[in-house]
């Protein structure tokens, strides 16, 4: 059974940081895209970051471009998102994603094959 488990999340001051983290298990994950959505109350879910296993291919949605850094581990299986300058716009519930790669970053829901059961970010002002 695959499974992917968030890790990280919790409630920051405006201005900080947080470093999430997502295990993966139940297959190889060394052909896959692995990242992050999120979802605000009252809006849909949008794309953050992902980034294939080898790291040769990174994407970032404009909510965190210059703000966050995606990195894989060694083996393949774990995703990390480094969140810097946290605003209150950043308040989510962060959803771990993994499609397999076909030559392009998936960055809408309808291609991404796991999800995570997702973690609470809060960002106080």
């Known amino acids: 059974q695959v499974r992917l488990v968030e890790s990280g999340g919790g409630l920051v001051q405006a201005g900080g940081s947080l470093r999430l983290s997502c295990a993966a298990s139940?297959?190889?994950?060394?052909?896959?895209?692995m990242g992050w959505f999120r979802q605000a109350p009252g809006k849909e879910r949008e794309f953050v970051a992902a980034?294939?296993?080898?790291?040769?291919?990174?994407d970032y949605g404009d909510s965190a471009k210059r703000r966050f850094l995606i990195s894989r581990d060694s083996v393949g299986n774990t995703v990390y998102l480094q969140m810097n300058d946290l605003n209150s716009e950043d308040t989510a519930v962060y959803y771990c994603?993994?499609?397999?790669?076909?030559?392009?970053?998936?960055?809408?829901?309808?291609?991404?094959?796991?999800w995570g059961q997702g973690i609470q970010v809060t960002v106080s002002s």
């Open positions: 994603a993994a499609h397999r790669f076909r030559g392009d970053i998936v960055t809408g829901r309808e291609g991404i094959e796991y």
């Open positions: 139940g297959r190889a994950f060394d052909t896959y895209v």
């Open positions: 980034a294939t296993w080898n790291g040769r291919r990174i």
